[in-house]
């Protein structure tokens, strides 16, 4: 008698500890499907994101012009985009701070990226104004430069490669004028701005301010035109963008 209570107990415990085992199971196997899911969805989220962000958007060039609206450059320092509907794009940049002319002051130094489709030689011109109130050459220059030196002078009949920031300047008022040369300095000449890239892909430019209160519209590359032409049909032209 007694033998068989233990053995009833026995089964009993055996009974309880087979039905805990199960719920347990059972449990885990519930919060695993959770986990699982939750992985499953967030794996989803994160390709809904990868898609999105996978939409790649570039400034391109369009029937032998690139133009690089000022207000698309990556500001820093005392630039601001200023609203004008005289503008191309209806806006323009605008440095606040102090001149500096006989050196970069890096803390304004503003930068832009595009892409070039192929090897291929641009003319450099830009669209600026100056104040209504600046006198003479005042408000009228920028400091200029393409990252591994893919700029190029004219010097003493020769082609001169541009290693660092050099000055760009025209005159304007009123209206954005065409325009824009180099004023270098070593030796001191002046020159259209021609850039080469020696292949397809990504480059950049760089700005940096140099007189206060100048007024930068766009950056206009051309190519396979005379300059008359690239000034005429750039005019009315804003920059190309390509999403992809
Ligand atoms: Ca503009």
Wanted: hydrophobic letters at 35%.
């Amino acid at each position: 008698m007694k033998n068989t209570i233990s053995t009833n107990r026995f089964h009993a415990s055996i009974l309880s500890l087979f039905v805990i085992t199960a719920f347990l199971f059972n449990s885990c196997s519930k919060e695993q499907s959770k986990i699982e899911m939750e992985n499953i969805e967030e794996t989803e989220n994160e390709e809904e994101t990868q898609s999105e962000e996978a939409e790649v958007c570039k400034i391109v060039e369009k029937d032998g012009l690139l133009i690089l609206e000022a207000e698309s450059f990556d500001l820093k320092g005392k630039w601001r985009v200023v609203e004008d509907e005289k503008a191309s794009g209806g806006k323009y940049i605008e440095y606040y701070g102090s001149n500096s002319y006989n050196s970069q002051n890096l803390t304004h130094e503003i930068s832009i990226k595009f892409t070039i489709n192929g090897a291929s030689k641009y003319l450099v011109k830009w669209y600026m104004r100056q104040p209504d109130e600046a006198e003479g050459d005042k408000s009228n220059d920028v400091w200029i430069y393409f990252p591994n030196n893919y700029g190029r002078a004219w010097v003493n009949d020769q082609s001169v490669v541009l290693e660092q920031y050099e000055k760009f300047v025209s005159r304007g008022k009123g209206d954005f004028a065409y325009g824009g040369v180099l004023d270098l300095h070593n030796p001191k000449a002046s020159s259209w701005y021609n850039v080469e890239f020696p292949a397809a892909g990504e480059y950049s430019l760089k700005i940096c301010a140099r007189s206060e209160f100048f007024q930068l519209d766009k950056i206009v590359l051309s190519k396979g035109m005379t300059n008359e032409v690239a000034m005429e049909k750039s005019k009315s032209r804003t920059e190309t963008i390509s999403c992809e």
